[in-house]
C-alpha cells in the first residue's frame, strides 16, 4: 500500500473519530437539556398543585365559616313574614317594605339574574316565593360592589340583582319573609344571608321555576 492511500484512510479514521465525539456530544448535551426541562416542569407542577391545595382549602374554609353562620340567627335580619299575603294580583301593590320581601304578587315571576334597570316589584315578590334571594342596590352604589353582587347571581340560579330607587342603605338583600340592610356589597353578612335564605325549604312554593317567566336579564 501506499503511503499516499495509508495517509487518505488515516485521515478519514480521523474524521470519522472526531464526527463521533461531536455526536456523542451533542447527545450528552440533549441529556441534560432534557433533565433540566423535566426537573423544571416536575418543579411546576407541584408549585401548581400546591397554590391549587392552598386555594381550594382556603375556598372550604371560607365555606364553612359561612355554612356555620348560616346555622345562626343572621345580625340585622329583619323577620317580616307576620301577616304576609300570597294572592296573584294583576294591579300595582302598596308594600309594607321597599323594597318588598313577600306579599301579593303578579302571576308571572320574574327571571332570576341580573339587571341594569329596575324590575317591577310585583313580579320580583312572585320570584321570591319560588325560593329566590333579590339584592338590590342604590344606582349611585360603585361598579366594583355592583359586580360584587353580580358575581352571587352568576353562582347561584335563583338570584335577582337590581338597581333600585329610594333605598334607606347603600344594598338591600330580601327573601320571602326577610331582609337586610347592608352598607356595601363586601359586607360579611350578605354571602351568610344568601346561604341561609336561598331557597329556604320553609316555603310551600320552593324550587319552583326562576326562568320561562317575564323579563331579560342583561
Known sequence: ??????????????????????????????????????????ALVVGLVGV?????????????????????????????????????????????????????????????GVYTEPVPNENAVHS????????????SLPADQVALLEKYSSENAYVIVSPYEGLSAPVVASSWGYQLELDGADDERLPVFVRKYLLNPELPEVGALCSSGVGTPA
Open 128 to 139: 321570591l316565593e319560588h325560593g329566590a334571594v333579590w339584592l338590590t342596590y342604590d344606582p
Open 1 to 42: 500500500m501506499s503511503a499516499g492511500k495509508s495517509t487518505n484512510k488515516a485521515a478519514a479514521a480521523e474524521r470519522q473519530a472526531a464526527l463521533a465525539a461531536v455526536k456523542a456530544s451533542q447527545k450528552k448535551q440533549e441529556r441534560r437539556r432534557t433533565v433540566l426541562i423535566s426537573s423544571i416542569a416536575g
Open 52 to 112: 391549587t391545595s392552598v386555594v381550594l382549602v382556603n375556598e372550604n374554609r371560607k365555606n364553612a365559616a359561612v355554612e356555620a353562620k348560616a346555622a345562626e340567627p343572621v345580625d340585622g335580619v329583619a323577620d317580616v313574614r307576620e301577616g304576609l299575603t300570597s294572592n296573584h294580583v294583576t294591579t300595582v301593590v302598596d308594600y309594607a317594605q321597599d323594597p318588598p320581601a313577600g306579599g301579593d304578587h303578579a302571576a308571572a315571576w320574574l327571571n332570576c
